[in-house]
């Protein structure tokens, strides 16, 4: 198993982790807030959009390098690892700048070129499945920042298009074990977009805790109704203090520890 180091984080290799925070960076306050509540629950990482890749260009796009200050800051204070978007070659070492791992979103995972830009770039990859990609189609993705020298990747599920109505997508649970078998690379599951509705996502999460992802990464708002993007499938602080009891222990079963254990280290969290 390749894990992937990101400071004095392990991503893998049996080191299971959570990424948690906003769909957008709205303002510095509440992220600084954000940040505090997902760290005392257990989270890894913080992630947060400032380039958005919105369906239409007239949704909110994000605030840019003005977000990405807020999230160096609101990361370094809470003592969390921090993820962004990066959607354009031009933006890497801007985005790099202000946060550790770099994100290439759904919508850009067969841009070979920005691939091979940040498979150059050496910095740390979370690469999320197209939402109109095959598992192995994704593989390939990987490639290409592998090719450029570029090791440090972390894979994403996120659901893909289907004819389903009920979720915003169908989040393939399938393709953890598959990636598993056929990838050295860590697999995350992100049933936030997976499913886009917050009252499933907690099951999802433990279902794909259940197949084996090395990682979650979960949509999280102080007030959902009222977020800038994607608050349908945010969590509000409760059920995320809910859903991370629920997964770490599910997480601490699936290494083999007993549930008092894993009680245990929940409460000294
Ligand atoms: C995101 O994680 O902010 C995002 C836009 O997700 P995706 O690229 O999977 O749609
Ligand atoms: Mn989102």
């Known amino acids: 198993m390749c894990a992937v180091k990101v400071r004095n984080l392990t991503i893998g290799n049996g080191n299971f982790i959570v990424m948690a925070g906003p769909c957008s960076i709205e303002n510095r306050e509440q992220l600084l807030e954000i940040a505090k509540e997902i760290k005392a629950c257990g989270a890894d990482i913080l992630r947060g959009g400032a380039f958005k890749p919105r369906t239409s260009p007239y949704s909110f796009q994000g ?15 809470a003592g969390l690892v921090s993820v962004s978007e990066v959607m354009d070659s031009s933006d890497i070492e801007l985005v790099a700048s202000y946060v550790d791992i770099l994100q290439i979103g759904s919508r850009n995972m067969d841009n070979f070129a920005l691939l091979k830009k940040v498979g150059k770039s050496g910095y740390p990859i979370l690469l999320k499945r197209g ?3 095959t598992i192995e189609e994704l593989l390939l993705a990987a490639e290409y920042i592998l090719k450029e020298g570029n090791d440090k990747i972390i894979l994403c ?7 389903e109505k009920l979720t915003r997508n169908t989040f393939d649970l399938s393709a953890i074990p598959i990636i ?14 997976g499913v886009g509705r917050a009252d499933i996502v907690t099951p999802m999460a433990k279902a794909a805790v259940a197949a084996g992802a090395d990682g979650l990464m ?3 708002h102080p007030n959902p109704k009222k977020a800038l993007s994607d608050g349908q499938q945010t969590l509000d602080y409760p059920s995320f203090r809910d859903l991370m009891e629920e ?23």
Do not use: C, W
């Open 180 to 193: 598993k078998k056929m990838s050295n690379l860590p697999i995350i599951a992100d049933p936030s977009h």
């Open 218 to 220: 979960i949509e999280v």
């Open 63 to 77: 605030l840019g390098e003005e977000g990405l200050s807020y999230m160096k800051e609101a990361a370094e204070a």
């Open 247 to 269: 997964v770490l222990e599910l997480s601490a079963f699936m290494r083999g520890e007993s549930p008092l254990q894993a009680r245990g280290r929940l409460k000294a969290l």
């Open 157 to 163: 599920e996120r659901g893909i298009r289907t004819f």
């Open 131 to 133: 939402y109109m990609s």
